[in-house]
């Protein structure tokens, strides 16, 4: 049945094509607009709620008059959708420092403990402070006059 159907079936014709193909209601821009821009990038998402520009609360004026002293935002005046992100208490931007002064720092640290090192290596001595004493020498213990030393005499510890 469904193979007669088929074979029955006559192709549409061409204005039908070309009818179906492109809606009478489409427009072709080649511009879009500052609002068409910010609906592509967020369509539909917030409902409708008016989204300020992405700006951290931190950078603004600390001594200007605002209603919100802590967050520095005035009454009325909209949040972002990512407030947790931009609010004045989010992290800081760690901005002061460039990868160049950050090297400069580390290779100061590095070279300043090296340095102290190399130092206190030619500085402190390399003997006991106080050397051992016995009362008799230990003479016999370490196996008398005739016995092997282990080291050379005025060789040191």
């Given at each position: 049945?469904?193979?007669?159907?088929l074979t029955a079936a006559r192709p549409l014709p061409r204005a039908a094509l070309r009818s179906a193909a492109v809606p009478h209601f489409t427009q072709r821009r080649t511009a879009l607009t500052a609002h068409e821009r910010a609906e592509l990038a967020d369509p539909l998402q917030n409902g409708g709620y008016v989204n300020p520009p992405l700006e951290k609360r931190s950078k603004r004026d600390p001594y200007a008059d605002w209603w919100d002293k802590q967050d520095r935002r005035n009454f009325g005046e909209p949040c972002h959708e990512d407030h947790d992100i931009l609010g004045a208490l989010s992290l800081h931007d760690y901005d002061h420092f460039t990868p160049a002064w950050g090297g400069l720092l580390l290779g100061t640290f590095v070279a300043t403990v090296l340095t102290l090192c190399f130092a206190v290596s030619h500085v402190y001595p390399d003997k006991v402070s106080a050397p051992k004493t016995y009362p008799d020498g230990l003479d016999a213990e370490l196996g008398?006059?005739?016995a092997m030393l282990a080291r050379k005499p005025g060789e040191g510890w």
């Open positions: 049945m469904l193979s007669r159907r008398g006059s005739r």
